[in-house]
């Protein structure tokens, strides 16, 4: 069984601060992980994803997540916020690429000027 | 080359009536997957069809929903009669049958239920 966790609901940032968005997951098989975001009033697009290549995965708009095994973390992050990265975001696992997503929570990203 | 697309984009019914909604994934993606956003929660699995057969469907909520997807190209999902609590934003994603890219999404239908 797959399940995903996204700690915090809201999160507000000033405009270039540090963002982080925290998603622990848990897997009975190796998990492929994935970063989505919803901008208001469109579907999701795909910031990142995590398909057991490199730990480290840098994806759109300068976000990048680190996978940890150990920790069963994934959590999100982009060293310095933009008013435009304004949006939900949501992380997710699957056991395999282009399967069956099964999503956090999501966290609802505010940036401050 | 054309994203995931879904019809319509906005629907308002009252309860009691049947709505259907539709998507059309990406031309060659074998899969094609259902979720349901309802306010307020996490994005939920529904149901999962390889070409026209249903993989998977434990996630669709009862038998007032059926989908299908006549002849593995476009695929419908028919809410029949509509309760309140089927308001919600439904996704419609697809991806390659080889398991090498992920999944792409439409832009969703909001669901009003009145």
Not at chain 2, 82 to 95: K, M, N, P
Request: proline residues 4%; hydrophobic residues 35%; charged residues 20%.
């Amino acid at each position: 069984a797959q399940s995903v966790t996204q700690l915090g609901s809201h999160v507000s940032v000033s405009e270039g601060a540090l963002v982080l968005l925290r998603c622990n997951y848990s897997s009975s098989v190796p998990p492929y992980l994935f970063w989505y975001v919803q901008y208001p009033n469109q579907g999701l697009q795909l910031l990142l994803k995590y398909t057991s290549a490199a730990t480290l995965v840098k994806g759109i708009n300068g976000f990048e997540a680190e996978f940890k095994k150990s920790e069963t973390s994934f959590h999100l992050t982009k060293p310095s916020a933009h008013m435009s990265d304004a949006a939900e975001y949501f992380c997710a696992v699957s056991a395999w690429e282009g399967g069956k997503l099964i999503f956090g929570q999501g966290t609802e990203l505010s940036v401050k000027p | 080359e054309a994203g995931v697309t879904q019809f319509p984009s906005h629907s308002v019914i009252e309860k009691g009536q049947t709505v259907t909604l539709r998507c059309d994934p990406i031309s060659g993606h074998d899969n094609l997957y259902w979720y349901r956003r309802v306010m307020g929660k996490e994005i939920k699995f529904l149901l999962h069809f390889v070409k026209e057969s249903k993989q998977d469907e434990s996630g669709m909520p009862n038998n007032r929903f059926l989908a299908e997807r006549t002849g593995g190209t476009y695929s419908t999902l028919k809410v029949q009669p509509a309760e309140l609590e089927d308001s919600g934003v439904y996704f419609c994603a697809s991806s390659l049958s080889d398991r090498t890219t992920e999944a792409f999404f439409g832009q969703g239908t909001r669901l009003t239920v009145v």
